[in-house]
């Protein structure tokens, strides 16, 4: 199965290896349970501090029909050098200190209070991976949406037209994640994943200018994303939700649909695969499963988990990924 291709390390295998107490543990369970997407999203270190630099290639040798004694022409080839540079997310918790120390188990009490943190951290992590936008917002890593949203780019071939128009359109993601095709990184020197600081009691003044106790926690995630090559990405926009239901005869075929998604991208097998889409999306795929014609879905048990399988790729729900999309128009 290409699920299990792909050797470069996930943020679930980083954070598992790195406290033998079991707290990024923890943390990397939450981020999973609410962001399917980092159950397969690689991550490789900064080659380059906080950006890292990547060839892209932009073109192949095609190479000669020769004879004897007729020689053949040198090639090479065409490679483009792009830099990608890391976003800083940062958020803070501040709990009034005697709410802690009055409610018998202080330590459960805040960790039941940064859970909250951790999740809505999450959640903003997962927009940025399919959203996130440099051009529009220089804190931000760019994510997979600005670099599949023009019908006259160069990848515009890995860009299926869903058929919608207007502003109720979603999009389903194809991606074989490896760090040779598309991969996340961290700032070199540092760690992937959320890292969640405990900062101990401190003193916090209000606008009033009025003291009082607090327990601090701080939570950091330094991310960046680069695209070694587009060909292991597709995109299917332009899904109207509107019209959608669970029979293939109401609005968009969903199941065709993923079926020229797996034809379109080069190779399955080249990393670890997986679709991405929201709950919308998932839910009639897994009502399509007791339709018997429909061959390609499937659920299957993968480490203990029920998960929608499409031709024995996982099927991953991933809510940030919006209702509201623009229709991408000029697609065929």
Request: proline share 3%; with cysteine; charged share 20%.
């Given at each position: 199965?290409?699920?299990?291709?792909?050797?470069?390390?996930?943020?679930?295998?980083?954070?598992?290896?790195?406290?033998?107490?079991?707290?990024?543990?923890?943390?990397?369970?939450?981020?999973?349970?609410?962001?399917?997407?980092?159950?397969?999203?690689?991550?490789?270190?900064?080659?380059?501090?906080?950006?890292?630099?990547?060839?892209?290639?932009t073109?192949?040798?095609?190479?000669?029909?020769r004879?004897?004694?007729?020689?053949?022409?040198?090639?090479?080839?065409?490679?483009?050098?792009?830099?990608?540079?890391?976003?800083?997310?940062?958020?803070?918790?501040r709990?009034?200190?005697?709410?802690?120390?009055?409610?018998?188990?202080g330590?459960?009490?805040?960790?039941?209070?940064?859970?909250?943190?951790?999740?809505?951290?999450?959640?903003?992590?997962?927009?940025?991976?399919?959203?996130?936008?440099?051009?529009?917002?220089?804190?931000?890593?760019?994510?997979?949406?600005?670099?599949?949203?023009?019908?006259?780019?160069?990848?515009?071939?890995?860009?299926?037209?869903?058929?919608?128009?207007?502003?109720?359109?979603?999009?389903?993601?194809?991606?074989?994640?490896?760090?040779?095709?598309?991969?996340?990184?961290?700032?070199?020197?540092?760690?992937?994943?959320?890292?969640?600081?405990?900062?101990?009691?401190?003193?916090?003044?209000?606008?009033?200018?009025?003291?009082?106790?607090?327990?601090?926690?701080?939570?950091?995630?330094?991310?960046?994303?680069?695209?070694?090559?587009?060909?292991?990405?597709?995109r299917?926009?332009?899904i109207?939700?509107?019209?959608?239901?669970?029979?293939?005869?109401?609005?968009?075929?969903?199941?065709?649909?993923?079926?020229?998604m797996?034809?379109?991208?080069?190779?399955?097998?080249m990393?670890?695969?997986?679709?991405?889409?929201?709950?919308?999306?998932?839910?009639?795929?897994?009502?399509?499963?007791?339709?018997?014609?429909?061959?390609?879905?499937?659920?299957?048990?993968?480490?203990?988990?029920?998960?929608?399988?499409?031709?024995?790729?996982?099927?991953?729900?991933?809510?940030?990924?919006?209702?509201?999309?623009?229709?991408?128009?000029?697609?065929?």
């Open positions: 199965m290409s699920l299990l291709a792909a050797n470069t390390p996930t943020l679930l295998d980083y954070m598992k290896s790195l406290d033998p107490q079991g707290k990024p543990y923890m943390l990397a369970e939450l981020l999973s349970a609410t962001n399917e997407i980092l159950l397969d999203m690689p991550f490789v270190e900064a080659n380059n501090k906080m950006s890292h630099n990547v060839g892209v290639r073109g192949l040798p095609g190479g000669y029909w004879m004897y004694n007729l020689g053949v022409l040198p090639e090479k080839a065409d490679n483009v050098e792009l830099t990608e540079t890391c976003g800083m997310f940062e958020a803070r918790n709990i009034d200190a005697r709410l802690v120390e009055r409610n018998g188990n330590s459960a009490f805040r960790i039941s209070q940064d859970r909250a943190f951790i999740i809505g951290s999450n959640k903003t992590m997962a927009t940025s991976v399919f959203y996130g936008n440099q051009a529009t917002d220089r804190k931000q890593f760019t994510g997979l949406a600005p670099r599949f949203n023009d019908a006259t780019a160069q990848n515009a071939g890995n860009i299926i037209n869903g058929g919608g128009t207007g502003s109720t359109n979603t999009s389903i993601w194809l991606v074989v994640w490896d760090s040779e095709t598309v991969s996340g990184f961290y700032p070199e020197g540092s760690k992937a994943g959320l890292d969640h600081k405990d900062e101990g009691r401190g003193i916090l003044t209000d606008s009033q200018g009025r003291e009082h106790a607090v327990y601090r926690s701080c939570f950091q995630w330094d991310i960046g994303m680069y695209v070694k090559d587009w060909r292991y990405i597709v299917c926009a332009n109207d939700v509107t019209t959608l239901g669970k029979s293939r005869l109401t609005g968009a075929d969903i199941v065709d649909l993923m079926t020229q797996l034809e379109r991208v080069e190779d399955t097998n990393g670890r695969a997986a679709f991405y889409c929201n709950r919308t999306i998932r839910g009639i795929l897994r009502r399509q499963i007791s339709n018997t014609s429909n061959v390609n879905l499937s659920e299957s048990q993968v480490a203990g988990k029920r998960v929608v399988m499409f031709d024995d790729i996982p099927v991953r729900r991933c809510d940030a990924i919006v209702n509201t999309e623009e229709a991408i128009t000029g697609l065929s």
